[in-house]
C-alpha cells in the first residue's frame, strides 16, 4: 500500500483576492476550479511544481489561520521572483533560521506559507 503526499485545504472568502494572491502573486496555476451552482461558494485545486492547494469558500472545508511548510530549492530565486511582483499587501523577505532559510507570506485570509530551503548540516 502506498500513501500519497497530503493536500492542504485552505479557507477562502473572497475569489478575486485569491487569485490575486496565488495566481498573480505567488505563481500558482488553477487546475480545476468547482462551484454546485453560479452563486454558491468556489472551491479549486491550484498548483506550482510539486505544490497542490486546494482553496475554498465553502464554510465546514477549513479554518482560516492554517500554516503551511512548503520546501524549495532556490529560495533566493522564489524571493527575487516575489520581490519583482511589487504584490501590494506583501514583501517577504528570507529569514534564516538554524534549520532553513525561509520566505514567509500570508494569504488575505489569514492563512500563513513558509517556504522554506532546508540548510546542510
Not at 496555476?29 to 486546494?54: I, K, M, N
Not at 525561509?102 to 500563513?112: H, I, K, L, Q, S
Request: net charge negative; with cysteine; charged share 20%.
Amino acid at each position: 500500500m502506498q500513501i500519497g503526499s497530503p493536500i492542504p485545504i485552505l479557507r477562502i472568502f473572497d475569489e478575486q483576492k485569491a487569485r490575486a494572491f496565488y495566481v498573480d502573486f505567488l505563481g500558482f496555476s488553477v487546475d480545476w476550479e468547482h462551484r454546485f451552482e453560479p452563486a454558491l461558494p468556489l472551491y479549486l485545486q491550484v498548483t506550482r511544481g510539486g505544490c497542490v492547494l486546494h482553496l475554498s469558500e465553502h464554510h465546514g472545508d477549513a479554518t482560516p489561520g492554517s500554516a503551511l511548510r512548503i520546501p524549495v530549492q532556490d529560495i533566493e530565486a522564489l524571493h527575487a521572483e516575489l520581490a519583482a511582483r511589487k504584490y501590494g499587501y506583501a514583501r517577504p523577505g528570507i529569514n534564516d533560521q538554524p534549520w532553513a532559510r525561509e520566505v514567509a507570506v500570508t494569504d488575505p485570509f489569514g492563512n500563513r506559507l513558509v517556504f522554506s530551503q532546508a540548510v546542510a548540516g
